[in-house]
Nanobody
């Protein structure tokens, strides 16, 4: 059974940085997809970043490029999201998601498995 646990959410000032972590278990494929999406109250899910574990391929929507970086530690089986130059519009619940093959990082909002989320609040 796949289990994802996010940590690292916090309240920060605009311009600040945060690193989110997602501890994963139960994923046993040679390659699979993991990623992050976010959802603010009253808004649709928005993909933030996706990666194919085992293929070292990453995906970012154009709006996220340059400020957010996704990475994965295979030894710890932990996914990270480094967020820099945060803006108030980045305020949302951030979710870690995963899916076995076949999968594509672009579809992170539709991945089969997701965690409970971690709240990021950016104040101006």
């Amino acid at each position: 059974q796949v289990h994802l646990v996010e940590t690292g959410g916090a309240s920060v000032q605009a311009g600040g940085s945060l690193r989110l972590s997602c501890a994963a278990s139960g994923l046993s494929h040679n390659y699979y997809c993991m990623g992050w999406f976010r959802q603010a109250p009253g808004k649709e899910r928005e993909g933030v970043a996706g990666t194919i574990i085992g293929a070292d391929r990453t995906y970012y929507p154009d709006s996220m490029k340059g400020r957010f970086t996704i990475s994965h530690d295979r030894v710890k089986n932990t996914l990270y999201l480094q967020m820099n130059s945060l803006k108030p519009e980045d305020t949302a619940m951030y979710y870690c998601a995963a899916q076995g093959p076949p999968c594509f990082g672009e579809y992170v909002t539709e991945f089969t498995y997701r965690g409970q989320g971690t709240q990021v609040t950016v104040s101006s």
